[in-house]
């Protein structure tokens, strides 16, 4: 039997010995055959020449399939070809040159279909198989794009982070932000609410703008962890639950401000401060659960008590106070204003024999008396000196003092303080009307510490007192504060010594005094000659002194101007270069003038000194030109006109000092001022 020629056959890979001639060997023509078979070699023709369009026709098949072996699909095309190379590629090792052998020619025979030859082929890659392609080198590989899948994820920086370090995060971030950021997620509820970060807390600013709830659950969780606690004025915390798990969580509090929890029950009170005998500050200002019970158990279970303020707590008297101070052995700090029972000597001699105050408020505190202060500072019947009178008995320790409308105190009882409070730093004696100068000299003559003094309506006192003892004393070059309002028998000859001596005072309350012209220009001179100056273009100056100078009757425009001249001087130095000032000083006057003087201030303090300087002149000749045109004579019409324009140069100043001395100015003109009169 002959064997039929076969179009397409598959064959193992040709060896390297296998010579060129066997492989190029021309076909044998095939014998006639019937009709039939034509027909079905034609179908096989076609079904084969679609196939090799296909560009996976040469894929390899994979190592798990049967008949792996590395073979490969060869063909020649139906249509005559020019001689050469067949398909690119297609006798080459696989580097994609053309073969320099011949092809055999094939001639077409009529009706009967182009046989194909058996052809063993070299190693070839599957892209060469494709007739529109070019082959690629071998040392080139094809990858194909990944699934989303096989993907690597991206680092999760924050859930790889150590807690500690989340933890340090949300420290930076206030209590009410903490609890909008809460609301982000679970884990982020979780870290917000952490009791590391509510060891402070201080919920004054922002109780009334979250829930209750939400303000129980932070001192729910936190509470172990809360050492500063202040609900001052917070509402919410007063209901009886609510209460209750603010004692039962928080057991660590060192510092509690209770301020102003009015409807706080009182049993509640009482559990908080028997649970927490780590307290050092305490403040109950306000409070109606205040009593001396409560008081009691604070001398009981409060040994470390430092600072205690009981001030307007109605419900208790001095002998609470007592109980604290005898049962509290660290109690430096006692504010108890306007607490009744301060005439008990018995208080007053457990004050003098503990010693251990440094600031003592009682202001208002009307049943205080001179013999209870005296006790308090001398003790009973103390060793008196023969050659100077005084008390011999250990100097106080007292640093603040309050005696504010202790309406019963004289010159008896306040004098008990001079040469036995060596350490005074504040004394306020506001209101104690009876009070004379004989009361304060032996005060200021021994107190060489004393920073600030208030003397607030102390009609009695004269110009002597601050002239010759207080300008002389050994505090005058110590003394920041001073309060002589409504002392109206005080003037210029009392208080421009001050001015002069006192050159560390940084705040001096003068209304409502004599005061006149000559102390404002004092107190210029005594800045001009402490504070340094600056070279520096725009520097901003800082406020170094305030003056309150307002219903005094003698001061003048004058007066005022010589302030504001002072806060925008510039002058050149010794260098040449202009100097600016580096501290300027604050004045509070006349409602008529405050004005001008805030719109001066707000200049000088941004820099803007050539628009401060511009200001000061314009409502200075606006204030002469007033001047003239109240005087009687001839041309008053004129005076008037020069005044109205004056005044509106300096209205126009005013409203249009902007940054640089620019801005909308008001929309009028000179012209149109005259064309009415």
Not at 126 to 149: G, I, K, N, W
Not at 333 to 355: P, W, Y
Not at 646 to 659: R, T
């Amino acid at each position: 039997m002959v064997p039929t020629a076969v179009d397409v056959s598959i064959t193992e890979t040709a060896s390297p010995s296998t010579s060129a001639g066997e492989m190029a060997s021309p076909p044998t023509p095939p014998p006639e055959s019937g009709t039939s078979k034509e027909k079905r070699r034609q179908r096989l023709f076609c079904g084969i020449h679609r196939m090799s369009s296909l560009p996976n026709v040469g894929r390899s098949r994979s190592s798990s399939a049967p008949y792996a072996a590395p073979t490969n699909l060869s063909y020649m095309s139906l249509t005559p070809r020019s001689t050469g190379s067949i398909t690119p590629g297609y006798f080459s090792s696989g580097n994609g040159s053309f073969s320099s052998t011949p092809g055999p020619e094939l001639t077409p025979i009529d009706g009967a279909a182009v046989p194909l030859a058996t052809r063993k082929t070299l190693n070839l890659s599957s892209t060469a198989l494709a007739p529109t392609t070019a082959c690629l080198p071998a040392d080139v590989t094809v990858s194909r794009p990944r699934s989303r899948r096989n993907r690597k994820s991206l680092y999760d920086f924050w859930s790889s982070m150590p807690d500690e370090v989340r933890v340090q995060i949300f420290s930076y971030l206030q209590p009410k932000e903490l609890v909008r950021v809460s609301r982000v997620s679970k884990e982020f509820y979780r870290f917000c609410f952490d009791g590391q970060l509510w060891t402070s807390f201080d919920a004054s600013e922002f109780y009334s703008q979250i829930p209750a709830g939400s303000l129980a659950n932070i001192i729910a969780s936190a509470g172990p962890f809360i050492k500063d606690l202040n609900l001052r004025g917070c509402l919410q915390i007063e209901h009886y639950q609510r209460a209750q798990i603010l004692v039962t969580a928080c057991k660590n509090l060192m510092n509690a401000s209770l301020e102003g929890c009015r409807n706080f029950q009182r049993s509640t009170l009482h559990d908080l401060i028997r649970s927490n005998n780590k307290l050092m500050n305490l403040n109950l200002t306000s409070m109606t659960a205040v009593t001396n019970s409560t008081c009691k158990i604070i001398s009981q279970h409060c040994p470390r008590l430092e600072t205690l303020n009981v001030s307007w707590c109605k419900q208790m008297d001095a002998r609470g106070i007592k109980m604290v101070i005898l049962g509290c052995p660290k109690l430096q700090d006692l504010r108890a204003s306007e607490i009744k029972g301060f005439d008990s000597i018995e208080v007053a001699k457990a004050i003098h024999e503990t010693n251990r105050l440094q600031r003592l408020v009682l202001s208002g505190c009307v049943d205080l008396t001179d013999d209870a202060l005296k006790t308090m500072i001398h003790g009973l019947k103390p060793e008196v000196d023969i050659l100077t009178g005084r008390p011999i008995v250990p100097p106080r320790k007292l640093r603040h003092l309050d005696l504010s409308r202790c309406s019963q105190l004289t010159d008896r009882g306040v004098k008990a303080l001079g040469y036995l409070t060596p350490e005074l730093e504040g004394l306020q004696l506001n209101r104690l009307s009876e009070l004379t100068d004989a009361a304060l000299e032996p005060i200021i003559a021994s107190t060489p510490r004393l920073t600030h003094l208030e003397l607030e309506d102390l009609s009695e006192l004269t110009n002597d007192l601050l002239s010759k003892h207080l300008a002389t004393a050994p505090c005058a070059a110590t003394l920041e504060h001073l309060s002589v309002s409504h002392c109206e028998n005080l003037g210029n000859s009392g208080l421009q010594p001050v001015m002069k001596n006192c050159v560390s005072l940084r705040s001096i309350d003068m209304d409502n005094t004599r005061i006149g012209d000559l102390v404002l220009a004092e107190a210029a001179a005594m800045v001009r000659t402490r504070a340094a100056r600056t070279t520096v273009r725009g520097y901003r100056p800082h406020v170094g002194l305030k003056l309150v100078v307002f219903d005094c009757n003698l001061v003048t425009w004058t007066g005022v101007r010589e302030i504001l001249s002072w806060n925008a001087e510039t002058y050149r130095g010794p260098s040449s270069q202009p100097t600016y000032p580096t501290e300027v000083i604050s004045l509070r006057c006349f409602f008529g003038w405050q004005q001008t003087v805030e719109q001066h201030m707000q200049r000088v303090l941004r820099g803007d000194f050539a628009a401060a300087t511009r200001l000061e002149r314009k409502w200075a000749d606006y204030m002469q030109a007033v001047e003239e045109a109240g005087a009687a004579g001839a041309g008053i019409r004129r005076r008037r006109r020069r005044a109205r324009e004056a005044q509106l140069l300096h209205a126009n100043e005013e409203e249009g000092g902007g940054i640089g001395g620019f801005g909308r100015r008001r929309a009028r003109t000179m012209a149109a001022s005259c064309s009415i009169m």
